[in-house]
């Protein structure tokens, strides 16, 4: 297949891992647990079975962890592509509700509604809720994709629809430690 022009073009236009959540301050802790999938190792590329789709299938990699710090009362996942060629990074899952007693969840945890008890969604990608897997500009290069759980001391009260603004002011001075695992996509 060619080359898309436009995913050429904007080669070296990204947002930049300095945009992620992970890079604000006030959510700045300790990198004291681990985070992991079955699916992918930390730096590698994530398998097609997870890329995204606007329509049918959209299936999210099972991740694990190890144990979060003592003190943890709930875990808040944020996927997403810093690589976008314009503005913020696109956010691919805004997670809440994880059980911070369990070590992991199983593949397709993040679908909306999930399968999992107690998982919630708030608005990511185009205001989709629950996963959005990579659908990166063909051409444009890899993306990083990278999956950011966060340790709170306090489980974040928020309204159906949260975004991701409601939940990092939720988190803010409520970190206790994090964990990051990143996976690339690209469509040549």
């Not at 604000?24 to 590329?45: K, Q, V, Y």
């Not at 397709?108 to 969604?121: D, K």
């Not at 708030?122 to 897997?133: F, P, S, T, Y």
């Not at 002011?169 to 990143?182: E, I, N, P, Q």
């Amino acid at each position: 297949m060619p080359a898309h022009p436009l995913g050429v073009a904007l080669r070296n236009r990204r947002a930049g891992h300095h945009t992620l959540v992970w890079a604000r301050p006030e959510l700045r802790a300790a990198e004291n647990f681990t985070l992991t999938s079955p699916a992918f190792d930390h730096g590698a590329p994530i398998p097609e079975k997870f890329r995204g789709r606007l329509f049918g299938a959209n299936i999210s990699p099972a991740l694990g962890w190890s144990r979060p710090p003592a003190g943890t009362v709930a875990f808040a996942l944020v996927v997403q592509d810093p690589d976008v060629p314009f503005g913020k990074p696109a956010t691919h899952a805004l997670t809440l509700g994880i059980d911070p007693t369990l070590d992991g969840i199983p593949e397709n945890a993040l679908a909306h509604p999930s399968p999992t008890p107690g998982i919630r969604h708030g608005k990511g990608a185009l205001g989709r809720r629950g996963w959005a897997g990579p659908m990166p500009i063909r051409s444009h290069g890899p993306h990083a994709y990278v999956f950011q759980l966060f340790a709170l001391d306090r489980a974040p009260e928020l309204p159906d629809g949260f975004t991701l603004a409601d939940v990092t002011a939720a988190m803010a001075g409520h970190v206790l430690g994090r964990a990051r695992l990143d996976g690339t996509y690209e469509i040549r």
